[in-house]
């Protein structure tokens, strides 16, 4: 037994894909990469692998690594260059990244037919740039790895996530200023890095247009 168990370890080691999930290898086999193994220094957390999500529900049971295009992974990258330029303590740390459109019709399914259904793209519809591996929600996070007060929790399908009318809010004491500099910090190495941020979501930035993507990137199933 004890033999056995050597043996299958030294193939979990000589084989890293041993290890992945299904989901994992289908995104692998479409030529995206796992951000995560690109630089150390980026946190992941992606949250739909628990239920503290506007869902209420855990959405991915088999997928627990970040993956993006490899020209988004590139950009992204950047972004994390630059963050630490500018403050050598944080980073950025991953919420969301690459998403099958399976799990898209999940969030649809949620949120169909309400007022919060302006917040979730249409699988119907081609679905949004998170289902081309084109689009990441993140954050970031201090010295001791404790995300900066942004006003919302990442996920909070509202107004106060709203980037353009921050500066009405603070003056009406919805979010702070402080919370804003924040948001305002993620937005400029996010933008530098060639990423567009969302105007509803302060955590969602896209790489490419949706129409961009339709032409020439293909859809996670």
């Known amino acids: ?25 289908y995104l692998d086999s479409l030529g995206l ?10 946190k992941i957390d992606l949250m739909y692998t628990h239920a503290d999500n506007f869902t209420g529900k855990i959405l991915y049971d088999d997928l627990h690594e970040a993956y993006l295009h490899p ?7 950047k972004a ?25 019709q999940k969030m649809w399914n949620v949120v169909k037919g309400t007022s919060k ?4 793209s249409n699988p119907t519809r081609g679905g949004g740039l998170h289902n081309y591996g084109l689009a990441v929600d993140l954050s970031i996070i201090d010295p001791n790895g404790k995300p900066l007060p942004m006003g919302t929790k990442v996920d909070h399908l509202g107004k106060e ?13 919805i979010i ?19 990423y567009k941020p969302l105007r509803t979501e302060w955590w969602h930035f896209n790489f490419r ?6 032409r020439n990137y293909k859809v996670i199933k």
């Not at 994390?80 to 944080?90: D, I, N, S, V």
């Not at 259904?117 to 979730?120: F, G, L, N, R």
């Not at 996530?161 to 004491?173: F, K, L, P």
């Open 33 to 42: 990469v796992n951000i995560g193994k690109l630089d150390k220094t980026l």
């Open 1 to 25: 037994m004890k033999h056995i168990f050597i043996f299958v370890s030294l193939i979990m080691m000589l084989c890293p894909a041993f290890s992945q999930s299904r989901t994992e290898l």
């Open 176 to 194: 702070t200023a402080q919370e804003r500099k924040n948001r305002q910090l993620l937005r400029r190495v996010m933008t530098e890095a060639g």
């Open 209 to 214: 247009t949706r129409e961009e993507a339709k």
């Open 80 to 104: 994390q260059k630059r963050l630490k330029e500018l403050h050598p303590g944080y980073s950025l740390i991953i919420y969301d990244a690459a998403r099958p459109m399976s799990v898209q």
């Open 71 to 77: 020209e988004a992974a590139k950009a992204l990258l």
């Open 161 to 173: 996530a709203h980037i353009d009318t921050e500066a009405a809010m603070v003056q009406q004491g």
């Open 117 to 120: 259904s302006i917040y979730v």
